[in-house]
């Protein structure tokens, strides 16, 4: 399967402990996203790289998430001291950039459960 | 900041019945793309359109962007079970360079067989 893929699937976890979740995005990929989807709403927006240069990060986005995208390959998500509202579907979205088309390829996502 | 709204946010349908589902934006759009997805799923790009007035076709599915390029429409000819799922509208954030989608709350659809 060459698409994007996250890992873990799934992740339940107590109040106040770290989480870290991984992204592989389609190999020949330059952007990479992430976003948080909760019941009932669409994707939200998190943060973006361009290949290892993180461009954006969300005002909504607490000094408690922080993402890295070494090398430009894939990319990981941190949530520390995680609280009950982090609970959420965690996607992460790669495209090709070429000035046109920018058609997003989302992962299947991490589901975070906080208990 | 910007908005993206979509009507309805339900809409139940017997099979075979047309749907459609709307987009507004409160400010104007370089483009505006349509993503599916299934229930347990990810979101699925359908379309992409840039023109002011535009309308694309895949199939069964009919997509316009309107002429002040600040709503769209999905309509859906004939439905099927296969249709199943929540569609979502998002466009590029204002000043933006496309990176950036605000997407809409969506609406998910339902076919009864």
């Known amino acids: 399967d060459t698409g994007v893929s996250q890992d873990p699937r799934h992740k339940i976890t107590k109040r106040g402990q770290n989480v870290t979740f991984r992204c592989d995005p389609i190999s020949e990929h330059n952007r990479l996203y992430w976003y948080r989807q909760t019941l009932g709403q669409g994707p939200e927006f998190l943060t973006y790289f361009q290949n290892e240069a993180q461009l954006e990060k969300s005002r909504l986005l607490s000094d408690r998430f922080s993402a890295e995208r070494p090398k430009g390959s894939f990319s990981t998500l941190e949530i520390q001291r995680t609280e009950q509202g982090d609970s959420a579907m965690y996607l992460c979205?790669?495209?090709?950039?070429?000035?046109?088309?920018?058609?997003?390829?989302f992962g299947p996502g991490t589901r975070l459960t906080v208990l | 900041g910007q908005q993206v709204m979509q009507i309805p946010q339900y809409q139940h349908v017997q099979e075979g019945e047309d749907f459609t589902t709307y987009c507004n934006s409160s400010t104007t759009l370089s483009n505006i793309q349509w993503y599916k997805q299934r229930p347990g799923g990810h979101p699925v790009f359908l379309i992409q359109?840039?023109?002011?007035?535009e309308v694309k076709k895949q199939k069964r599915l009919t997509f316009q962007f309107g002429e002040a390029k600040k709503n769209s429409s999905l309509h859906i000819t004939a439905t099927q079970t296969t249709d199943v799922g929540t569609y979502f509208c998002?466009?590029?954030?204002?000043?933006?360079?496309?990176?950036?989608?605000?997407f809409g709350k969506g609406t998910l659809l339902t076919v009864n067989p």
């Open positions: 979205a790669s495209s090709l950039w070429t000035g046109g088309n920018n058609e997003q390829f």
């Open positions: 359109l840039v023109k002011s007035g």
């Open positions: 998002a466009g590029p954030t204002s000043g933006g360079s496309n990176y950036k989608l605000t």
